[in-house]
């Protein structure tokens, strides 16, 4: 199985970032799916997750400014994340489990991830 995360590098104060992660060799609808960040000289944070029946769940700490949705007929899984400022810039990851994991950054327990995807928000 393999995630490619897709989206801007950059973004705008106030805007929308918007990543999608595209699967394959694997379908969504058997994992579930998640999205972590790593800030500038901080660990990894734990953005929220879509199962495989669809249900999502997010931070609560980023809860007002999320949306995780999918796609089956692409196999992708989506981030929204609104109203950014800088402290949003991170790499931004997208990873793949059988498990149901509720707010971990333990690498392990992730049995996919993709590559990364720098988001910078900065005018």
């Known amino acids: 199985v393999q995630l490619q995360e897709s989206g801007p590098g950059l973004v705008k104060p106030s805007q929308t970032l918007s990543l999608t992660c595209t699967v394959s060799?694997?379908?969504?609808?058997?994992?579930?799916g998640y999205w972590i960040r790593q800030p500038p000289g901080k660990g990894l944070e734990w953005i929220g997750r879509i199962t495989s029946s669809g249900s999502t769940y997010y931070s609560p700490s980023l809860k007002s400014r999320t949306s995780i949705s999918r796609d089956t007929s692409n196999n992708q899984f989506s981030l929204q994340l609104n109203s950014v400022t800088p402290e949003d810039t991170a790499v931004y990851y997208c990873a793949a489990s059988k498990r149901l994991i509720l707010a971990a950054t333990t690498t392990k327990l992730y049995d996919y991830w993709g590559q990364g995807n720098q988001v910078t928000v900065a005018s």
């Open positions: 060799g694997g379908s969504i609808t058997t994992n579930s």
